[in-house]
């Protein structure tokens, strides 16, 4: 299993950041925000929220539009966004490496299809772990605390977590599962995204063996990164 | 004092509190469109061609309705040069498969750069379809005809695949002169018409539907009438070199009878989307699945969503977005009962 | 934060009130230039970050095989992304090409691709079929002036240090090797080039700026955020260390003194030979652990294996 690393805030434009890293996916997430929106985006009773996925190399295509969309269906459920009205967070989700570079950093692909860029779930479950602490490194109010995950189901039916880019070409299928957090407990399925052929226990087993992983993932790293934090920006008297 | 009161028409009430409308619906134990929770609307696919309508690229059709929205797609075939490294010929077996590059297209009464939506719904069928492993990749490799000129002026095309072992192998070989490896790549174009809810169900149905009308056609390669000996000298930095003309462009063939259809894996493979909303029943809430949203009122209220695309009992790709209204392991599990005991026309 | 790219008028005029007495709010003298950091990615080829002050970015070298154009049979393709998001600064919208971004992809494109730091003969496979496209994409994180500068130094850094697979002929076929299978290429790199910008600021009053003589325009060296929001003109010198000059370019702005450029160039070169340096050592480091880690020392002739 590939460990999580995260850096806060070392960005300086913007009210947070975070960076990780985690198997070959590097992923830097900024948050601005609230701040004042255009008028198309304004929304009268609640935030907006503009978030902007961009590739490690060439220009944002579909595929990042697609991600956005993702990330949004999540974000938008856990921001606290009628503490916002009428205001603008903007969230950009810029990757630095992922999978393609590494395994296809210069293949020719005319004509073929089993190819990194037809699997995003590392991408998508980096990004949506990455944008937790970029959201909390900008104090930006969330319901909720929420982790996620990506694993594989390969040939001998085993999961496999954070499977790298030829375990996943190879695998039966491939799933994202991103859970909230609640109480250091995963309580509610966010986002499920489901590829390949499986079972409807295959699913079910995936989806409890995800919470597992989502509740370690909020009690070995979150909470470790966010205790920091909070040292670091108040002075406790003890 | 006392103030008339004001009535909201279904119409209006909709637009300004859908999610009123829709409690009130629900709490009779029905949807906006008088359906019932479990209900889809019918599918219906008919399949078309354009074979009458002279020579075209255009290999598959279907058109697909769903209540009031409309679908059609249309695939048309494009040739490209294959990469050809030794380890790739390895990898070339039965287990790999093909998808294809959709365009769709929203029919909003505006024209201009593909929405997001639009784009979203394209990329997700491309994954979606090549996930499925629906076509084999083999099945789209190309083995190009020859136009020969004879001696009295006919035109003929040979193929390899139609001559024997008799016929010597190696004359052919010598005309395939660059020994280039060819594949088809599918393209689908797909307009919607009258949209009245989320998309996917339908596009995804139009494409598999055309897929499974498609034949494809023989190629050949025929003589560009430019003499390949002419040859353009060409200068660049010192260098000096010639381009010949000698492009290689393809022909369709036009005789359907030799067209061979195309074998899909899998016989049938359905997406089917569900929406979770909570319902006020009585001081408690349950939370309950409504089949195929449609309206306005459903589409803005159902945040937690479910899609299932499944073939048989395998289930191919899943989508569950549990932003709104909970959704737990038992309203999964009975959206994918649903789902698979979805019945077609 | 706000998102307008203003500065408000105190700050301005603090700014310009330093710099008429030689100082400069970040404490640099005049004609002095940040350190830049450069990160060369252990694992990777091509892949480096540069953080110039509070300035940060990421370039990535890739490549690929396509078709070269018509009227270049003999030529690859090498292409420049230096799209700005809103990570760098709100102050630059996502999507929308501002001046200030056009600028910088033109400076770029002058420095690196017109001087022919990258030769694109070596990058032909097969005349007129294929060649390599090679693309650097500039990714920015963080926005504190000098991107110009910044962004010549990671894409010349990450140039030297791309590796693409080899390929093999045979007949008309190409073979391209993995990584593992045989050692990678490195592009071709003819010179170096290093680009330098100077910010003018006027001191005095406009009718005296171009009517007097007493040439009193102020030239810093790679000015950070707010100097560059107060600055009345600017000049980019894009050198290398051979002592040549590739390109100077003052778009208008503050009128300034001929013979200033001579003064300005000369030191640009000195500030362009540091950097040249700085740039190869950090490379043959890299290179060097690289081939420790990778036991090449094996294949070297009479080692002991």
């Given at each position: 299993m ?68 993702l990330?949004?269906?999540v ?44 699997y995003m779930t590392n991408?998508l479950s980096?990004?949506i772990n ?16 929420f982790a996620a995950t990506s694993i594989a189901i390969d040939e001998n039916n085993a999961p496999v977590f954070n499977a790298?880019?030829?375990v996943l070409?190879k695998s039966l299928s491939h799933h994202t599962v991103c859970f909230d957090i609640?109480?250091?407990?995963a309580s509610k399925i966010l986002l499920v995204e489901s590829n390949g052929a499986f079972s409807e226990e295959q699913l079910l087993s995936t989806i409890q063996s995800a919470s597992v992983e989502c509740e370690r993932i ?21 | ?130 996930h ?174 479910i899609n299932v695309t499944a073939?048989?009992e395998s289930l191919r790709h899943v989508t569950i977005i549990g932003?709104?209204?909970?959704v737990t392991l038992d309203t999964i599990q009975?959206a994918l009962?649903?789902a ?6 | ?305």
């Amino acid at each position: 299993m590939s460990k999580l690393q995260v850096t806060l805030g070392e960005l300086n434009n913007v009210d947070g950041s975070a960076r990780l890293s985690v198997g070959s996916t590097k992923v830097v997430v900024s948050v601005t925000g609230p701040i004042e929106p255009k008028i198309r985006q304004e929304l009268p009773t609640q935030a907006s929220l503009e978030i902007i996925v961009r590739p490690s190399r060439g220009l944002s295509g579909t595929r990042e539009k697609t991600l956005e969309d993702l990330l949004r269906l999540v974000l938008q459920a856990v921001i606290v966004r009628f503490k916002y009205p009428r205001q603008l967070i903007q969230i950009v989700v810029q990757f630095l490496a992922s999978d393609l570079d590494k395994d296809e950093s210069s293949s020719e692909t005319g004509g073929r299809f089993n190819t990194g860029a037809s699997y995003m779930t590392n991408e998508l479950s980096a990004a949506i772990n990455c944008c937790y602490f970029a959201l909390a490194d900008a104090n930006v109010a969330l319901h909720t605390s929420f982790a996620a995950t990506s694993i594989a189901i390969d040939e001998n039916n085993a999961p496999v977590f954070n499977a790298e880019l030829p375990v996943l070409k190879k695998s039966l299928s491939h799933h994202t599962v991103c859970f909230d957090i609640q109480e250091k407990k995963a309580s509610k399925i966010l986002l499920v995204e489901s590829n390949g052929a499986f079972s409807e226990e295959q699913l079910l087993s995936t989806i409890q063996s995800a919470s597992v992983e989502c509740e370690r993932i909020h009690s070995e790293v979150q909470r470790l990164v966010l205790e920091k934090k909070i040292d670091a920006d108040y002075i406790w008297s003890k | 004092m006392s103030y008339p009161q004001t009535v909201f028409p279904p119409q209006v009430l909709s637009r300004i509190a859908p999610d009123l409308l829709l409690q009130r619906h629900l709490v009779q134990g029905l949807r906006p469109s008088l359906r019932k929770f479990d209900e889809f609307r019918p599918l219906v696919s008919t399949p078309g061609t354009f074979n009458d309508v002279g020579t075209n690229s255009v290999v598959g059709l279907a058109t697909v309705r769903n209540g009031d929205a409309f679908a059609f797609c249309g695939i048309s075939l494009g040739v490209v040069e294959t990469s050809k490294s030794p380890e790739f010929f390895e990898e070339l077996n039965d287990e790999e498969y093909a998808s294809i590059y959709p365009v769709v297209e929203i029919s909003r009464g505006r024209s201009g750069a593909p929405t997001d939506e639009e784009m979203i719904l394209s990329q997700t069928l491309h994954d979606t379809i090549f996930h499925l492993k629906l076509i084999p990749l083999l099945l789209l490799s190309v083995t190009p005809g020859y136009q020969i000129l004879e001696e009295d002026s006919a035109l003929t095309i040979l193929y390899p695949q139609d001559m024997g072992d008799e016929v010597d192998q190696e004359s052919f070989q010598e005309l395939n002169i660059s020994k280039k490896n060819f594949r088809y790549i599918l393209y689908a174009h797909i307009k919607v018409f009258s949209r009245s809810g989320p998309l996917f169900d339908l596009v995804h149905y139009a494409t598999i539907e055309a897929l499974k009308n498609v034949s494809l056609p023989r190629v050949y390669l025929a003589d560009s009438g430019i003499d390949p000996n002419i040859r353009i000298p060409i200068r660049s930095r010192g260098n000096f070199g010639h381009l010949t003309q000698a492009e290689q462009r393809f022909y369709v063939d036009e005789r359907k009878d030799i067209a061979s259809p195309l074998k899909l894996s899998l016989d049938a493979a359905v997406s089917s989307t569900f929406g979770v909303v909570e319902l006020m029943d009585q001081d408690e809430s349950r939370s309950i699945l409504l089949a195929d949203l449609e309206g306005e009122a459903e589409e803005f209220c159902s945040e937690s969503r479910i899609n299932v695309t499944a073939s048989g009992e395998s289930l191919r790709h899943v989508t569950i977005i549990g932003g709104g209204a909970n959704v737990t392991l038992d309203t999964i599990q009975n959206a994918l009962q649903i789902a698979r005991e979805r019945k077609f026309a | 934060m706000g998102k307008d790219a203003e500065i408000s008028l105190n700050e301005r005029n603090f700014v310009k009130e330093g710099l008429k007495n030689g100082f400069r709010l970040n404490g640099r003298s005049l004609d002095e230039m940040r350190r830049p950091i450069i990160n060369i990615d252990k694992n990777e080829y091509g892949f480096v970050e540069v953080e110039f002050g509070k300035t940060k970015l990421a370039v990535r070298v890739s490549c690929e095989i396509v078709k070269p154009y018509e009227d270049r049979p003999f030529e690859g393709i090498f292409t420049i992304s230096t799209e700005i998001s809103p990570m760098a600064s709100p102050m630059f919208e996502n999507g929308k090409n501002s001046d200030d971004e056009v600028l910088i992809s033109r400076f770029i494109e002058k420095a690196v691709s017109r001087s022919n730091a990258l030769d694109l003969e070596s990058l032909c496979i097969i005349a007129g079929e294929k060649v390599w496209h090679i693309r650097a994409d500039v990714n920015y994180l963080s926005y504190d002036g000098g991107l110009i500068d910044a962004t010549c130094i990671g894409v010349m850094t990450a140039l030297q240090h791309f590796k693409k697979p080899d390929v093999t002929m045979k007949g008309t076929d190409i073979i391209v090797h993995d990584f593992d299978q045989r050692q990678p290429v490195p592009l071709i790199i003819l010179h170096v080039p290093i680009c330098i910008t100077y910010s003018f600021f006027n001191p005095v009053d406009r009718e005296e700026n171009i009517k007097g003589d007493a040439n009193l325009e102020i030239a810093i060296m790679d000015a950070d955020r707010s100097e560059e929001l107060v600055r009345d003109g600017f000049l980019v010198l894009t050198l290398n260390k051979n002592r040549e000059l590739i390109q100077i370019s003052k778009n208008g702005g503050l009128p300034i003194d001929g013979l200033a450029l001579i003064e300005l160039t000369q030191r640009a070169h000195d500030r362009c030979q540091e950097l040249t340096e700085h740039i190869k050592a950090l490379l043959q480091a890299d290179e060097k652990e690289r081939y420790k880690n990778m036991n090449l020392h094996l294949l070297e002739v009479g080692a002991s294996r």
